[in-house]
């Protein structure tokens, strides 16, 4: 499951989570759908090494870690 994100629209509430295909994210401080999707984790790997877990760059398979996804053990 990819982790994205978000900066909520309703009281700007900065927070990653995980969605899976069809859901909709909701902001943990005051429910709101209204979210705006940052992009920082692929734009800017280095910064959030710790929570790429899910990287473009992973030589395993999919759905398997490895040295590149210390976030898949979460
Ligand atoms: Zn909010």
């Known amino acids: 499951m990819p ?6 629209k309703d009281c700007a509430t900065p927070f990653q989570t995980l969605v899976r ?3 909709e994210p909701a902001c943990p401080s005051c429910g709101s759908h209204h979210l ?3 992009l920082s984790l692929v734009a800017d790997p280095a910064k959030g090494a710790e929570n790429a ?11 398997q870690s490895c040295s590149m996804c210390p976030g898949m053990a979460a």
């Open 21 to 23: 295909s069809g859901d």
């Open 3 to 8: 982790i994205f994100s978000y900066e909520c």
């Open 36 to 38: 705006d999707q940052q």
């Open 53 to 63: 877990g899910q990287s473009m760059n992973c030589a395993g398979e999919p759905g």
